[in-house]
């Protein structure tokens, strides 16, 4: 079992940076997948930005560039660097883990989730 438990999130101006961290908890070296995603008043969970055990990455093309996903190396910690933050990213972000190779890109439907953290830029 996995529990994931996110930090960092909190209100920012735009233009501002954030950096949100998930803590990983349980049998965590067998994952193959972590990565977060977001989700606005109104709009369906959307994922923001993933990485595999092969190293690759992937990023939602808004946060291309700004937002940056790395993990600890031991996969006990996942993080998130937030730079030149929008009104646009205001949302609940959750951290999402899974050991299935092929639910990593493009599914929504992973095995653990943390509570969320909720992540707010005002103008």
């Known amino acids: 079992q996995v529990q994931l438990v996110e930090s960092g999130g909190g209100s920012v101006q735009s233009g501002g940076s954030l950096r949100l961290s998930c803590a990983v908890y349980?049998?965590?070296?067998?994952?193959?997948?972590m990565g977060w995603f977001r989700q606005a008043p109104g709009k369906e969970r959307e994922a923001v930005a993933t990485r595999d055990s092969d190293g690759r990455t992937n990023y939602e093309a808004s946060v291309k560039g700004r937002f940056t996903i790395y993990e600890d190396g031991a996969k006990t910690a996942l993080y998130l660097e937030m730079i030149s933050l929008q009104r646009e990213d205001t949302a609940m972000y959750y951290c999402?883990?899974?050991?299935?190779?092929?639910?990593?890109?493009?599914?929504?439907?992973?095995?653990?989730w943390g509570q969320g953290t909720q992540v707010t830029v005002s103008s």
């Open positions: 349980g049998v965590s070296s067998s994952l193959y997948c």
């Open positions: 999402a883990a899974d050991f299935r190779r092929e639910y990593c890109y493009g599914s929504r439907n992973w095995n653990y």
